[in-house]
């Protein structure tokens, strides 16, 4: 799957040059996707992303996407020059969907109000847009909300209707923030310790933990 840098929003970034040190990039993701697992990190998943090096037709870079609702953990390891590194970005995606959903949204408004007008009449049409509509709506965003986290994406993207949707449905609270921490957290570690062995081996000096510091970014974007 390819992807581009305007599908996510960064929220933290590490990476490290080792001069006159190669290593294989699939057999680090392996070793990272294995060290995952004794974590049971909750509703986390694995796979593997292309990103383009430059435009359009530029060649591609496979990376380790670890996955966990809007969250993602892009991982990557590659030769250059005649060095190796290592870099991740934990990013919250954001769908390129949103004027489709609004639209789609906008159209089954009307033909909702149509069918409730044509059956129920004035006064039933009028009752059931202004209290019927709203209460299955709230209803089924509930519902799918406990079957699977991030389905509604694209609403969240809608133009001028998306952030009141956010604040209502999906408003930001210390539990989301702390488990998305625990989640950047948990991964990183992992690829601390993954690349700690895959280097020791070599006899190459442990990082300091100056060096594994993450860059971080604004953590929510508004």
Same mark, same amino acid.
């Given at each position: 799957?390819?992807?581009?840098? +305007?599908?996510?929003?960064?929220?933290?970034?590490?990476?490290?040059?080792?001069?006159?040190?190669?290593?294989?990039?699939?057999?680090?993701? /392996?070793?990272?996707?294995?060290?995952?697992?004794?974590?049971?990190?909750?509703?986390? +998943?694995?796979?593997?992303?292309?990103?383009?090096?430059?435009?359009?037709? +530029?060649?591609?870079?496979?990376?380790?996407?670890?996955?966990?609702?809007?969250? $993602? *953990?892009?991982?990557?390891?590659?030769?250059?020059?005649?060095? *190796?590194?290592? +870099?991740?970005?934990?990013?919250?995606?954001?769908?390129?969907?949103?004027?489709?959903?609004?639209?789609?949204?906008?159209?089954?408004?009307?033909?909702?109000?149509?069918?409730?007008?044509?059956?129920?009449?004035?006064?039933?049409?009028?009752?059931?847009?202004?209290?019927?509509?709203?209460?299955?709506?709230?209803?089924? #965003?509930?519902? %799918?909300?406990? $079957?699977? &986290?991030?389905?509604?994406? /694209?609403?969240?993207? %809608?133009?001028?209707?998306?952030?009141?949707?956010?604040?209502?449905?999906?408003?930001?609270?210390?539990?989301? %923030?702390?488990?998305?921490?625990?989640?950047? &957290?948990?991964?990183?570690? #992992? #690829?601390?310790? $993954?690349?700690?062995?895959?280097?020791?081996?070599?006899?190459?000096?442990?990082?300091?933990?100056?060096?594994?510091?993450?860059?971080?970014?604004? *953590?929510?974007?508004?």
């Amino acid at each position: 799957m390819a992807t581009t840098a +305007s599908e996510t929003g960064v929220i933290s970034h590490w990476y490290k040059l080792f001069e006159n040190f190669q290593a294989s990039p699939k057999e680090f993701y /392996a070793s990272v996707e294995t060290a995952l697992q004794p974590r049971k990190i909750p509703d986390a +998943s694995t796979s593997r992303v292309d990103w383009k090096e430059g435009g359009l037709f +530029s060649a591609q870079r496979e990376y380790l996407r670890v996955t966990r609702g809007r969250l $993602v *953990f892009d991982i990557c390891g590659a030769p250059f020059g005649s060095g *190796f590194f290592f +870099s991740w970005w934990f990013a919250k995606t954001e769908s390129s969907l949103g004027a489709l959903a609004l639209l789609i949204l906008i159209v089954v408004f009307f033909i909702a109000i149509g069918i409730f007008f044509q059956g129920f009449g004035l006064l039933g049409g009028l009752f059931l847009t202004c209290f019927g509509l709203p209460i299955f709506f709230w209803l089924f #965003v509930t519902f %799918m909300n406990q $079957v699977r &986290e991030g389905w509604d994406d /694209a609403l969240v993207a %809608m133009p001028i209707l998306g952030p009141l949707y956010e604040r209502i449905f999906r408003p930001e609270t210390y539990y989301k %923030m702390d488990t998305a921490l625990m989640f950047q &957290e948990s991964v990183r570690h #992992v #690829v601390d310790e $993954v690349v700690e062995q895959m280097t020791s081996a070599k006899g190459i000096r442990p990082l300091t933990d100056l060096e594994r510091k993450p860059i971080l970014r604004e *953590f929510y974007r508004r």
